[in-house]
């Protein structure tokens, strides 16, 4: 099945052509100061949420270069997290969830963000897509699979996959793609979705992989 869907062939000029831009999360600026842990992971990983990654770049390093560890967060104030990690998205709302989720892995995982999927999707403002990251960049565990609106959007484009919504993708996906992809893929298609087949009028004109394109619910390409 993979053969007719040109994956290895889309990867292979993905990895090519995006090779020199990196992602926050995986951005080597961003983690040579802050230690990286799946704690770090996770707070980073819900800064981002809604939020430019240069915003969220910035808002990361303020508070997690001297604040790493749940314990270091509980002890600050609301105020000071806030002053922190503005001007990221719903900053206020997220400097509560970043404290309680901290006390919450204090309480009942002793400090340390628990290797376990639905433990991790159970904190407090955390959903499949923070879960799967925190277990791929945090724990660097293979067998997950994080899905945000690119790469939901684009497997849907290029028809790999038909589904709607990304929890359903994650699902397709994991069933279509070899596993010595799922690392790559993530990444890879954040930025592609960034940069080339942008939600609304995709550069369809400049992109590397428009032969292998189905376009499928694509109105208008620039
Ligand atoms: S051809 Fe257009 S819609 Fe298809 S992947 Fe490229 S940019 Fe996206």
Redesign the pocket.
Known sequence: MSKNLFIDEIISILKDELKDIDLPLVSKKQWDVIPHTPFTVLISCLLSLRTKDEVTEKASMRLLRKYNTPNDIVNLSLTNIQEMIYPVGFYKIKSQRIKEISSKIIEDYNGEVPRDFNSILNLKGVGRKTANIVMVYGFHDENYLPIDTHCHR?PN??GWISTKNPEETEFKLKSILPKKYWIDFNHLFVI?GQT???PIS???SK????KY???IN?KK?R
């Open positions: 684009i484009r290029i592609f080339i087949c942008l995709p550069f369809c992109c590397p992989i428009k394109c189905k376009k694509v390409c």
